[in-house]
């Protein structure tokens, strides 16, 4: 804190801050010969410093260059890799598609055929009880028909020989009606 007082005395004592024109007095002259002995000694010192950084960052520079193109080259081949894999993705997805239309086109045209099948042995059974029902009734009204016939033949003949012949003849036509 004394300094600061000091500077400020000093400062009122010489009537504020001027500019010192005589070269001896302010050293401005031995400034100027300590940086050109600097240089002149230091140049060679600086110089190969100088140029050693320069090397180092235009190498530096340089790898890095480097490493950019390198990436960049990665960076493509990783693409080129990328539209190969989408490429069989998609192949595979199509390959898919295309074997599962025809997965369910088997199974359709499959169960198409046992329908059928199914519908034709049902259709084939249904006929068969048909005629056998059909056949049933048939020889239920013959035995009706000829239990009638019997019995209005006994009415209306009675006579062994009469009832006999007609009985007969009645059943010669029945049986050449269902044959």
Do not use: C, P
């Not at 100088?50 to 080259?73: C, H, P, S």
Request: proline residues 0%; hydrophobic residues 40%; without cysteine.
């Amino acid at each position: 804190m004394e300094n600061f007082d000091q500077i400020f005395t000093l400062l009122a004592e010489h009537e504020g801050i001027s500019l010192n024109t005589d070269i001896l007095e302010t050293g401005l002259l031995n400034i100027i010969v300590l940086v050109a002995i600097l240089v002149y000694t230091g140049r060679d010192f600086l110089g190969s410093l100088l140029e050693e950084r320069k090397t180092t960052i235009v190498k530096g520079v340089q790898d890095a260059e480097d490493r950019l193109n390198e990436a960049q080259k990665r960076l493509d081949e990783a693409q080129k890799q990328l539209n190969q894999a989408n490429l069989v993705i998609s192949e595979i997805r199509n390959e898919t598609i295309a074997t599962k239309k025809t997965l369910l086109e088997s199974d359709a045209f499959q169960a198409k055929k046992d329908l059928t099948i199914r519908f034709e042995r049902a259709l084939a059974t249904f006929r068969s009880k048909e005629r056998q029902i059909f056949v049933e009734i048939k020889q239920q009204i013959m035995s009706l028909v000829l239990q009638r016939t019997v019995s209005r033949a006994q009415e209306t003949f009675k006579s062994q020989e009469r009832a006999t012949a007609l009985i007969n003849e009645t059943i010669n036509k029945l049986e050449g009606d269902l044959l």
